[in-house]
C-alpha cells in the first residue's frame, strides 16, 4: 500500500458539481485534493458533452419563452453567479461559449472540448492538487465520522486522511459507504428515469433541412420555421426538435432504432433535438449534435446493467445516424462524428440529509434560513415507463427561484461528510431541478467553501455557521 495523503478536503469526483467544490474549496484556504475517476474533468460538460449549460437563470416553460430560442435568451432573472459565472465568462472570452461577459443565457452553448482546458486552469489557478485516472471505492471511519477515503489507481492502494470529504460522485459511493441512508429513483418502484448518450453528426446541410421545412410550413409550425430561419440568417443558435413524420415512416419501414428495454417507440412522445455546435466564436451549422432517451429500465449503480446499456446505446447512436442519413433532408451526406465518452445517468441514489428539497420547495419557490445558494432550474423528468408519456417539464414557481438550503448536503447521521451534485438530499420530483449543471455548481460551491471552514476551524460541516458560510458565498459572487 502506498503512502498515505494527509489535506484539509479532499472532494471525490471531479464533475459538473466536484470541480466546482474544490476551487471554492482551495480559494478558501484549504489544501485540496481533487479525485476523479476518468481523464479529465467536468463531467457531463466535458466527457458527456452536454454542451448547454443550462439554467443559471430562471428556465421558463408556460411563459412565452420559446425551447427551441433558450440559448439566444435573456428573459427572467438570474439566479446563479459565483463560480459557474465565472465559468461562462472565461468560455466567452476565449470564443468557446455563445453570449455576453457578466450575464448567461437561459441555456447557455459551449464547446466542450475546450471547456476541459478552461476547466483544469480554473483549478488549477486555485491550487487545487489533481488525481485523475483514480478511483475512490471507500470511506475510511471513525466511529460515525468520515476521516478519509481509500483510492486506487495504476499505482496501488492509498489512503487519504482529510478533514472534510465532500462526495460529488453523482452516485453517493462514499456516502454510502460510510453508512449514509439513501433512496433511488420513483418511490413506487424504485424505477429510474432513462439513460442517454451524446452524440455528434457531421457534414450536415442544415439550409437545405430548413428550405425544406419552409417548404413544407404547414407540417412543421410557421412560428417555429421563421423562428429557425431568423436564426440561422442572423448566425445565432437554434435547436431542431424531433421529425416525427419521418420518425412514423422510418417504424413503418423498420429503420428506427429501438432504446435499449423497450419494444415499440410511441413517435408522438419519443423525439430527441438537434443543435447546430459552437466552436472559435461561431455556430457551426454543419455538425449537430444529439439528445434522445435510449435506455429504459436500467438501474444504473448496477455495473452489469450499465454495460449491456452503454454497448447498446452506442448501436443505437449508430442507426440514429443512419436514420438520420436516409430520412432528413440536409443529413444526405452526413456521417457519425463521436459520442460522448460518458453515458447521461439522470438519477441513482438520492443521500437522506438533515432536510430533503420537496417537491412543493421547488414548485412553490421555497426561501429558507440556512440558503447557500438560488436555483430556477425546471423540474426535468423524463418518462420511465417506456416513453409512452412526453417529458414532464414543471416550472419553478413563486418568484422563479427557490432557495439551496444547507441542510441538503449533510448526510443524516455522518460527521465529516458533505454531498454536491445529482445525489444531494432531494425527493424523486426535486431531483428533477436540483440535479441539473446549475443546481450541480451551486452545492459544489457551497460545499466547498463549507468544507474549508469546518477544516480550518476543526469542526465538523455540520457545525459550521451558516452566517458566516453565506457571507463568505456572497463575498465570492454568489446569489442568495
Given at each position: ?380 423528468i423524463h418518462d420511465i415507463d417506456g416513453g409512452e408519456k412526453p417529458i414532464n417539464l414543471s416550472e419553478v414557481g413563486g418568484q422563479g427561484w427557490y432557495h439551496v438550503p444547507y ?74
Amino acid at each position: 500500500m502506498l503512502k498515505d495523503l494527509v489535506k484539509d478536503v479532499v472532494v471525490i469526483g471531479g464533475g459538473t458539481s466536484g470541480w466546482v467544490a474544490a476551487v471554492a474549496a482551495a480559494r478558501n484556504g484549504a489544501d485540496v485534493l481533487l479525485v476523479e475517476e476518468g481523464s479529465c474533468l467536468g463531467g457531463t460538460m466535458t466527457a458527456g458533452l452536454v454542451l448547454g449549460l443550462c439554467s443559471l437563470r430562471h428556465q421558463g416553460v408556460k411563459t412565452n419563452k420559446k425551447f427551441s430560442q433558450q440559448e439566444i435568451s435573456y428573459a427572467d432573472e438570474q439566479v446563479v453567479y459565483g463560480i459557474a459565472q465565472e465559468f461562462v465568462d472565461r468560455m466567452v472570452a476565449v470564443g468557446a461559449a455563445y453570449g455576453k461577459q457578466g450575464k448567461a443565457t437561459v441555456r447557455v452553448l459551449f464547446d466542450p472540448e475546450i471547456a476541459k482546458w478552461v476547466i483544469d486552469q480554473m483549478v488549477l489557478e486555485a491550487g487545487v492538487n489533481v488525481l485523475l485516472c483514480t478511483k475512490a471505492y471507500q470511506a475510511v471511519m471513525e466511529n460515525s465520522r468520515v476521516t478519509g477515503v481509500r483510492l486506487k489507481n495504476g499505482l496501488g492502494l492509498m489512503d487519504v486522511k482529510a478533514k472534510v470529504t465532500i462526495d460529488c460522485t453523482g452516485d453517493g459511493d462514499i456516502a454510502v459507504s460510510a453508512g449514509a441512508a439513501y433512496e433511488v429513483g420513483r418511490p413506487t418502484d424504485n424505477l429510474t428515469q432513462p439513460l442517454s448518450i451524446y452524440f455528434q453528426i457531421g457534414g450536415v446541410n442544415i439550409d437545405r433541412t430548413l428550405k425544406v421545412m419552409k417548404e413544407n410550413i404547414d407540417a412543421y409550425g410557421s412560428d417555429y420555421v421563421e423562428a429557425l430561419l431568423e436564426a440561422r440568417s442572423k448566425g445565432l443558435p437554434l435547436t431542431l426538435l424531433g421529425f416525427r413524420r419521418q420518425m412514423e415512416e422510418a417504424l413503418k419501414n423498420g429503420d428506427f432504432p429501438l432504446p435499449y428495454g423497450i419494444k415499440q417507440v410511441n413517435p408522438k412522445t419519443h423525439f430527441g433535438i438537434a443543435r447546430p455546435i459552437y466552436k472559435n466564436g461561431k455556430i457551426r451549422y454543419e455538425i449537430t449534435s444529439h439528445n434522445i432517451d435510449m435506455a429504459y429500465y436500467v438501474n444504473a449503480i448496477d455495473t452489469f446493467q450499465l454495460t449491456k446499456a452503454t454497448i447498446a446505446m452506442r448501436d443505437v447512436a449508430v442507426r440514429m445516424a443512419e436514420f438520420y442519413r436516409k430520412y432528413i433532408p440536409g443529413y444526405e451526406d452526413s456521417y457519425l462524428l463521436q459520442t460522448a465518452s460518458m453515458v447521461g445517468v439522470r438519477e441513482t441514489r438520492r443521500i437522506t440529509g438533515d432536510y430533503i428539497l420537496k417537491y412543493e420547495d421547488v414548485i412553490q419557490g421555497q426561501t429558507f434560513t440556512d440558503a447557500v445558494g438560488r436555483n430556477g432550474s425546471v423540474i426535468d423528468i423524463h418518462d420511465i415507463d417506456g416513453g409512452e408519456k412526453p417529458i414532464n417539464l414543471s416550472e419553478v414557481g413563486g418568484q422563479g427561484w427557490y432557495h439551496v438550503p444547507y441542510r441538503i448536503l449533510l448526510p443524516r447521521n455522518i460527521e465529516g461528510l458533505l454531498i454536491a451534485g445529482r445525489c444531494v438530499s432531494s425527493d424523486y420530483l426535486a431531483n428533477g431541478s436540483i440535479r441539473q449543471q446549475a443546481g450541480c455548481m451551486v452545492t459544489g460551491q457551497a460545499a466547498g467553501v463549507a468544507a474549508a471552514i469546518a477544516a480550518q476551524g476543526g469542526i465538523s460541516p455540520r457545525e459550521v455557521n451558516v452566517e458566516e458560510l453565506q457571507k463568505r458565498l456572497v463575498l465570492q459572487g454568489v446569489l442568495i
